[in-house]
């Protein structure tokens, strides 16, 4: 049984969105106009985040089974995944874990994982004190100082109601709860994907904002590692282009997802046999 919360909304075929740190299932809802009437998106809180529960033995590993969980529950042998930052690095996860249950991948600001097990280690420390804000000085202080990274300048220019509705649910959190994500889910807690990127068989776009220039040549590395893969860099958006170009954003992956597959060879290999 899944102990994931989520919201569920539109119609058509299955798209799982994960949402980065710091969100919850409806960081997805600006774009419903976009995407309702094509996908039906189910789009679950990650632990520890908005109404999904976390324990202290609560692993990255542990959220790809909720996730297996919550689509078994919801009757969804195959869906297609989008995921943004810390959603990404799950939804990549996902879709090693269990390549079947994954059609097509997208990746939004993703990063594989830290190859060095010393960078792991230093990224753990750096989390755990970040983790320390949010329990000693509290969620809002703790919001303050992660707004003002530089990794979201870009969000300063996004719609004032958009930036409010982006702080409420930062506000919305459970403080210990969304400390313990922060140790569980840390890039530093995440094994490294680098080696197995050339495994996948699924087909993936990787998602990048031009101002965005660490993720970008992240993904550019990504690209050169992964069978079946797209790009597509948004001009003049930073590191959420899902928040930042929400249009660009909805007709590159709807186009992506939409575009027909074959799924099988031109010539049937019988009837290829009987051929000269």
Same mark, same amino acid.
């Given at each position: ?92 996860? *996902?879709? =090693? /874990?269990?390549? @079947? #249950? ?5 990746? &939004?600001?993703?990063?594989?994982? $830290? !190859? ?45 109601? *958009?930036? =409010? /509705?982006?702080? @409420? #649910? ?5 403080? &210990?709860?969304?400390?313990?994500? $922060? !140790? ?59 928040? &930042? ?5 909805? !007709? ?25």
């Amino acid at each position: 049984m899944s102990l994931l919360a989520h919201v569920s909304w539109g119609d058509g075929s299955p798209l799982l969105l994960l949402h980065g740190f710091t969100g919850n299932g409806e960081a997805w809802s600006h774009l419903r106009p976009a995407l309702g009437g094509r996908f039906r998106v189910l789009a679950p809180d990650l632990p520890g985040h908005g109404d999904s529960p976390i324990t202290p033995d609560t692993t990255f590993k542990g959220a790809v089974d909720q996730l297996l969980a919550l689509l078994d529950a919801q009757g969804m042998e195959r869906v297609d995944v989008a995921g943004y930052s810390l959603g990404a690095r799950v939804a990549l996860a *996902l879709c =090693l /874990r269990a390549p @079947e #249950r994954v059609g097509r991948l997208v990746l &939004e600001s993703g990063n594989p994982g $830290l !190859r060095r097990r010393r960078d792991r280690g230093e990224r753990r420390r750096e989390d755990d004190a970040m983790a320390e804000v949010i329990e000693r000085d509290g969620l809002e202080a703790f919001v303050r100082r992660w707004e003002a990274l530089s990794l979201f300048d870009g969000l300063r220019s996004v719609p004032m109601d *958009l930036r =409010l /509705r982006l702080r @409420e #649910r930062r506000l919305s959190h459970r403080p &210990e709860a969304l400390a313990t994500a $922060l !140790r569980a889910l840390s890039l530093g807690a995440q094994p490294s994907y680098w080696a197995r990127l050339w495994t996948m068989r699924a087909p993936t776009l990787l998602l990048t904002g031009e101002r965005d220039t660490k993720f970008t040549g992240i993904a550019r590395a990504m690209a050169a590692e992964i069978p079946l893969v797209w790009g597509h860099v948004f001009p003049g958006a930073g590191h959420a282009p899902h928040l &930042e170009s929400p249009e660009e954003w909805a !007709r590159e992956v709807t186009s992506f997802l939409s575009a027909p597959w074959i799924e099988r060879p031109l010539v049937d290999s019988e009837l290829g046999s009987n051929q000269g």
